[in-house]
């Protein structure tokens, strides 16, 4: 049967929401993939169409930890091109859905400087206002994007997590971090090479963010 929709992953979710309950701003923590097609993912996100299985046609308006999502990875000759499905969230002492990039050269990430996917998206969420009356905010990009993310193992199995930056000019009154955000130019590199080679690419997104609210 052909996949509807983003399906949640065979995986112990309790830690991931014990994750998010201890760090409320946990940021990116909800995103959104529009529905496309192979053809469509390859136009968009230089996936070769002929990669794509019915599994990795996910999508979703609300995206969440433990869900199983699309990622992309290196294929042949460094091209970001290798399209597989995972779990958001690295399971550690707890779930962890979100990577600082200040952190990527601490100890515990290091071994995984060059385990980056990509992450497709079309747009992520941030909340504010209190518990009870909270007001949700989407950012879009107006293109197709990625985010940065790793691919890792603590021992205790396999699943992606997405960088974060500090937040550019559209989201700072809302959060003080966002994903990293690549754009299509930047997918190959990001996925290719060497980690030194890519620091440049760590940064807040510079392009226009457009914030809408949402119900």
Sequence with gaps: QPVTGFQVASVHWMPVLSAIARYPRSMCGRYRLNRRDADQLEADFGVPSDRVTEAMLLYGEDIRPSQSVLAIASGDDDHADEPFVATWGVRDRFSMINTKSES?????????????????????????????????????????????????????????????????????????????????????AWAGLEFDDVRELIRPFDGVLTESVVG
């Design 104 to 188: 990527l050269d601490k100890w515990q990430w290091r071994d995984w400087q060059n385990s980056r996917i990509l992450i497709p998206a079309d747009g992520f969420f941030e909340w504010t206002g209190e518990k009870g009356s909270k007001v949700r905010h989407q950012f879009d990009a107006g293109e197709p994007i990625a985010f940065g993310g790793l691919h890792c193992d603590f021992g205790k199995g396999w699943g992606v997590t997405i960088i974060t930056v500090p937040a550019n000019d559209d989201v700072a009154p809302f959060h003080d971090r966002m994903p990293l955000i690549l754009r299509p130019h930047e997918f190959d």
